[in-house]
Every structure is written in structure tokens, then in C-alpha cells.
């Protein structure tokens, strides 16, 4: 994708190049073929500078599919007696007509949290540490894709906690989640629940990742 | 009496407390015929089952286990959980109790299971072989099947399903977006060979890859395709090749004509470095051309000056033009008129110097008028206008151009012998209009009218100028003369802002 990108870069480069090289033709007098040198840099520009979702759902759902793989390899149990209600935010849960920007944040803060959760010791478990670390490993590569990606958006057009309540609910969430196992000393069955709540998030994330085809 | 709830979760917490015991098994969740199937599959073998209860709940909610009430005693170890499931992202735990006749029970709980679990089973399909194509006709419900209450595209997602196409060692994969499909879905395989044999598989992806459960491979023998002649894709590749081809022309065209590329540099060839060349054998200027003037003259009156002194007679007749009878030519500043022998008897010597007065005039006019001026139409300039050759050598050339330049005029004298024609000629209302092209002939051309011949009032003036400069008389006045032949444009304006060489008169006479 920076590949991609990069090349568009010098594509719209070349443009202002041609642009600048036309107007010190005399030819370029003409109204509209000003007219028509802007609307070529301006859609090359608008290509440059807008995020490639369709190469984002591919790295996301490739992403999403490997770290699913390692959590079924951890061993799972039901627990019926430690589960609780974490609260899992509805508008996230139900994106309906959710913008493709918007999903994109979403996503970047789900995969940062479910990554702090995880660097927790679980070593009461008894799960196999290797998978854990791979776990963690391919959740914070996909973290900086996204991070590099979302580098892109305008300042003023960044969903943050402070300007998209979604973002606001979803770390209080994660919050929640955190403190249950922290409440539960990290036990192996408060670790089993946890584990069930986060393939859940896996579910919403490929619901999520879905919204890039549209 | 307890409720039927109650008695179900008393009924669920007194087989969870030991009177019955645990056994091993897996759960699976499957997609059968587009329904949502949760499995089961003991690990005792040994003792045959005679029927089952399922009940489940959910990790989210601390609530207690449900029996499913349509796999309430059912002797299949399959429960369809299609309408009794609805939240796509929950985790759900399936409960089993097993029945082994009327005495012994026990009870199976594996993990939990979620929609990321499902392996959806392939649908029924069939294939017709073309030359070049398979038609794969998948079968769908004629509605949109629905788990979990929502659309098994929306929930599997639209790209889930994949067509595999195989032969010999080659596969490849054709992954269809499914949005809404419903009924019988024809997929088209295309650009395959003829007479070779293709096998088709059809599944849905699963969340690992070898979880997914692949159709049988269906297989056909492709028939034979035309020997000679382009086969259609072979037609429409051309005409799309061709297509794509104007495209790009037709954008280069206007790319081109808006200035984007190919814009023209015309420098001139001392910049151009790569006409090396030309550094070495510079352009030859070209040769000067020869205007062809035509003098329209206003107000003309002239003094003829002959300058010939050696051949009076003939070569005044020849050169020094008619006058009419009003004093002016018709044609040209020349004004003397020709009575050689009464002139000569009478004034000889003012004759002569008149005549050579005349001559000079003429010749001057003609030198002027770019720089000879041919009468009645045209002169030609190029006889007088060589300034790297001898001055000798163009005075000659100008008399000759002056013989050439002045027509015989028919017009018979007014005067009769003795009388003299004075022309005052302002040279200011002097149009000179080259018939040459050449703006800077014509410039030249026209800066001659800036100077001025006076020869009216005050002729001995002008005499006394042309005599000091014949004042000679055997020696001609040639250097100045022959650069008022070879005068250019650069020596008329210099001889216009001298005020040495030219003595204002006032009315825009000069006097020279």
C-alpha cells in the first residue's frame, strides 16, 4: 500500500510539474486549458491523498483470519460459574451505515486493546506462551499498518475519545474487561471468559472489515 | 408447582451435580442445506445412545442453561439451532444429555461456540461444458437463508463462496461476490481450452482453511474447437486492443493540444547547441533583395543634376527625365527638361550646371527612393545599393540605374530653349511605397522621405551646395555622392539628425 501510494505521490508530482512547465507557455493563456490542468491535478491530488480501503480489507481480514487461527489454538473452556457482563458497545456491535473512515479508527482501537489486555500474565492458563507472544506479535504489526494509514487523515478528521463517543465507550469497555481479570488475580477460568469475549470482538472486527467492500 | 423454567434449570443443576456423569465429546456447528446444525460426537463409542436433550446458554450473560426445546428425546446427536439462536457475535454453550436406555444418562459440555465456528457445508451444483466455457449452476434456496436472524451473506460474508477450477495440476480460484443471492447462481468459467478436461469444486471459506468442506470434484471433457479462424475471445481482444488504443491516442491528441506536452521551442539557431553546425559554418546572410519601389510623388519640384560632364548631349537626353508642362513629372522627382543644344548655346554653363543639377538630383531621387527608384512603376535598388564595392563602381551603376530607372517621358517640354524647370520637392510629402514585403526595405524606404531638395528660391543655394560639392567640377563629388547612392537606412537617419551635412530651410526643406 506505501507503495502505491508512493507512486500516486510522484504522479501527482509529475502534474505539477506539467502545470508549472504549461504556464510559462504562452499558449497557456487559454482559460480552459487552466481549467482542465487543475481538474487534472486536483483528481490526481484527491487519489493521493485518500486512503486504499480495498488494499486495507485485504491486510485487515488476512490479519484478522491469523490471529483468530492462534486463539483457537488456545485451549478453551466454558467457566460457567466466572462469566460476567462486559458491555460490549451496541453501535459497534450493530455498525449499520458506519463510514468506512469510521470502521477504520474502530478497528486501530480494538486491536491496541485487545493487545494491552493480552500482555497480561496468563500463565495460569497453562497456555502455550509461544502462541501468545505470536498472538500479540501479528496483533501489533497490524497496529502499526493501521496507525501509518490513519497518519494520512487530516488532524481535524481523527475520531478521537474526545470527538467520537464510540472510541469513548470502547476504552470503557476494555476497562472493563482489565479489571475483571485484575479483580480475578488472573485466574485461569477469569482468563477463560476473557478469551470468549475477545474471539467475540474477532466476530464484530470481521463484521467491521466488511464494511471496506462497500 | 414449579414453573417449567424452574423445573428445567432444577432438572439442569441436579444433573450438573453429580447424578450424572460427565462424558467427552465434540461439539460442531455446521451449515447443512443453509440451516444452522450444532452436532455432537461422543468419544465413548462403545456404549450405544438411544436419544438426547440439548440445552445451551450464553458466556455474555450469567444466565442459567435452556433446553432447546425442538431436540427435547431426540434420537439424532444433531440439534438445528437455526431459530433459537439470533446474536450473531454472541458465544453460546451447548449442553448435552446423553440417554443410554431408561437407567443410564450423562451429560456432555464442550466449549462454547460462535459464528466464527461455522463450517458451512457446499451447496448442490451442476456444470455444462462448452469449447471455451463451463456454465457452474449453483443451487440457492429460492429466498435468502437466514442464522442468527440475518442474512448468511451478511454473516459468512458476500465473498465467502468460492468456484475451484482444476485441471491437471493447475487450479484456480474464482471467488464471486454474493450480495442477496437467491434461487439457482450461474457462474461462467471462460477462456478455457478445448478438448482438455476441467474439474469443478465448489465450498465456502471458513475461518482456517481446513475447516472449509469442499464439494466432490464434478469433471467434463471440453469438445473441440474451430481449426482456422479467430475464436471470439480472440475478436474481442482485438477490438479491445483497439479501443484502448484510440484512447490513448485520442488523450495524447489532447494532452497536446492543451499544452501538456510536446510545446514547441522555437529558438533561434544561434541557441540552438544541437546544430553544431552551424557554430562552424554560421548562415550566410542572404543576398539583399531587390525592392521594387513605387514613388508617388506630391509635390515635386527638382533640380536636375548632371553629373556626366563628359558626354553632355547624349547622356543628358538619356538620363535626365521630361518634364510636363506644368514643371512637374508625372512620375518622378525628375524635372529637367531635355533642350541640350538651345540650353548649351544660350547658358552653357548654367545649363550645364542646372543639367547637372538635375542629374544629381535624379540621382539622388533615385538613390532615395530606395535607393533607385524605377519610373513610372518600379526601380530597382539593387543597382545602387552595394556598399562593400568600389564608390567608383556604384555611381556608374546608378547612372546606368538612373538611365534605366527614368523612363523616356513622352511629354513634350513646356519650356522652350533656355528654360529651366525648378522643382521644389519636399521629401516629407514624398510617398515612397516599396512594393517589396521587406519591412525594413520599406523602412528604409520611407525614412528617405525625411530628407528634402529644395531647389525653388533659391537654387544657386543648392547649386552652390552641389557646386561645393562639384565645386570640383572635374572631380565628382563621388564619395559624397556614392553614399547618397549607398544610402541606407542608418546613414539617413544620421544625415537627418545632422545638423552639419544639412542646412534647415525651413517648410521641411533641407538643403544639402
Request: aromatic letters at 8%; a negative charge; proline letters at 6%.
Amino acid at each position: 500500500m506505501e507503495e502505491e501510494q508512493f507512486s500516486l505521490a510522484a504522479l501527482g508530482s509529475l502534474c505539477l510539474i506539467f502545470q508549472v512547465a504549461a504556464s510559462i507557455s504562452p499558449a497557456s493563456i487559454m482559460s480552459n486549458r487552466w481549467i482542465l490542468q487543475a481538474a487534472f491535478l486536483l483528481g490526481f491530488l484527491s487519489i493521493t491523498l485518500s486512503i486504499n480501503y480495498e488494499e486495507l480489507e485485504r491486510t485487515q481480514r488476512s490479519s484478522n483470519s491469523a490471529c483468530l487461527k492462534l486463539l483457537d489454538q488456545l485451549e478453551r473452556r466454558s467457566c460457567l460459574g466466572h462469566r460476567d457482563y462486559f458491555k460490549f458497545p451496541m453501535e459497534v456491535k450493530h455498525p449499520g451505515q458506519m463510514e468506512k473512515k469510521d470502521a477504520a479508527f474502530i478497528i486501530k482501537v480494538m486491536f491496541e486493546n485487545i493487545f494491552i489486555v493480552f500482555k497480561n500474565n496468563s500463565s495460569s492458563t497453562g497456555w502455550n506462551e509461544s502462541i501468545v507472544r505470536e498472538f500479540l506479535g501479528k496483533l501489533h504489526t497490524q497496529i502499526d499498518k493501521l496507525r501509518k494509514i490513519l497518519k494520512e487523515v487530516p488532524e481535524n478528521e481523527r475520531r478521537t475519545s474526545s470527538n467520537y463517543p464510540t472510541i469513548r465507550h470502547l476504552k470503557s469497555y476494555y476497562g472493563r474487561v482489565r479489571r475483571f481479570l485484575e479483580v480475578k488475580e488472573f485466574s485461569s477460568c477469569a482468563w477463560m471468559v476473557v478469551q470468549a469475549e475477545i474471539l467475540r470482538n474477532f466476530s464484530i472486527l470481521i463484521r467491521l472489515t466488511n464494511i471496506f467492500q462497500n | 408447582m414449579l414453573s417449567n423454567r424452574a423445573f428445567s434449570a432444577v432438572s439442569f443443576r441436579n444433573l450438573c451435580l453429580g447424578e450424572y456423569p460427565k462424558e467427552s465429546c465434540t461439539m460442531s456447528l455446521t451449515l447443512r442445506n443453509f440451516r444452522l446444525v450444532l452436532s455432537l460426537e461422543l468419544k465413548n463409542k462403545s456404549l450405544p445412545s438411544t436419544h438426547f436433550t440439548f440445552w445451551s446458554t450464553m458466556m455474555s450473560k450469567q444466565e442459567e442453561p435452556k433446553v432447546l426445546e425442538n431436540c427435547r428425546n431426540i434420537t439424532e446427536s444433531s440439534c438445528d439451532v437455526t431459530d433459537k439462536w439470533n446474536d450473531t457475535h454472541e458465544s453460546y454453550v451447548p449442553i448435552v444429555v446423553i440417554y443410554r436406555g431408561d437407567s443410564m444418562r450423562s451429560y456432555c459440555e464442550d466449549s462454547y461456540v460462535s459464528s466464527i465456528d461455522i463450517r458451512p457445508e457446499p451447496p448442490e451444483f451442476e456444470i455444462v461444458g462448452f469449447m471455451d466455457h463451463i456454465n457452474v449452476t449453483v443451487k440457492f434456496p429460492p429466498v435468502t437463508p437466514k442464522i442468527y436472524g440475518e442474512s448468511i451473506w451478511e454473516v459468512l460474508g458476500s465473498k465467502s463462496f468460492v468456484i475451484e477450477e482444476q485441471t491437471g495440476k493447475n487450479v484456480k480460484v474464482h471467488n464471486p461476490k454474493m450480495n442477496n443471492i437467491a434461487g439457482n447462481f450461474t457462474y461462467v468459467l471462460r477462456d478455457l481450452l478445448p478438448k482438455t478436461n476441467y474439474c469443478v469444486s465448489v465450498y465456502f471459506e471458513a475461518r482456517a482453511m481446513e475447516d472449509a468442506i469442499k464439494s466432490p470434484f464434478k469433471c467434463t471433457l471440453l469438445p473441440p474447437g474451430q481449426e482456422a479462424g479467430f475464436s471470439e475471445s480472440t475478436t474481442v481482444g482485438i477490438i479491445t486492443v483497439c479501443f484502448i488504443t484510440m484512447g490513448v491516442i485520442s488523450v495524447i491528441i489532447m494532452l497536446k493540444r492543451i499544452g501538456y506536452i510536446c510545446l514547441k521551442n522555437s529558438f533561434p539557431n544561434s541557441l540552438n547547441f544541437r546544430n553544431v553546425l552551424y557554430w562552424i559554418f554560421p548562415e550566410v546572410p542572404p543576398s539583399e533583395a531587390i525592392d521594387k519601389l513605387e514613388i508617388i510623388p506630391t509635390n515635386k519640384k527638382k533640380k536636375v543634376w548632371n553629373y556626366d560632364y563628359g558626354d553632355e548631349s547624349d547622356s543628358d537626353e538619356e538620363e535626365v527625365p521630361k518634364a510636363s508642362a506644368t514643371g512637374y513629372t508625372t512620375h518622378g522627382l525628375m524635372g529637367r527638361l531635355p533642350h541640350p543644344a538651345s540650353d548649351s548655346s544660350a547658358n552653357p554653363q548654367e545649363a550645364q550646371l542646372e543639367e547637372d543639377s538635375a542629374a544629381e538630383e535624379s540621382d539622388e531621387a533615385g538613390a532615395r527612393a530606395g535607393t533607385v527608384a524605377e519610373l513610372p512603376t518600379e526601380a530597382e535598388v539593387g543597382s545602387g545599393l552595394r556598399p562593400s564595392e568600389d564608390p567608383s563602381g556604384p555611381y556608374e551603376r546608378k547612372e546606368t540605374g538612373v538611365q534605366d530607372s527614368f523612363p523616356r517621358d513622352d511629354s513634350s517640354p513646356v519650356n522652350g530653349p533656355g528654360d529651366k524647370v525648378i522643382f521644389n520637392v519636399n521629401l516629407n510629402s514624398v510617398f515612397l511605397r516599396a512594393l517589396h514585403d521587406d519591412p525594413e526595405e520599406a523602412s528604409e524606404v520611407l525614412s528617405l522621405a525625411e530628407d528634402t531638395v529644395h531647389l525653388d528660391e533659391a537654387p544657386h543655394r543648392t547649386e552652390s551646395g552641389l557646386l561645393m560639392a562639384g565645386g570640383d567640377s572635374t572631380q565628382l563629388p563621388q564619395p559624397g555622392i556614392s553614399s547618397q547612392v549607398l544610402w541606407t537606412e542608418d546613414e539617413s537617419s544620421e544625415r537627418t539628425d545632422s545638423s552639419d551635412s544639412d542646412a534647415d530651410l525651413g517648410d521641411g526643406y533641407i538643403m544639402r
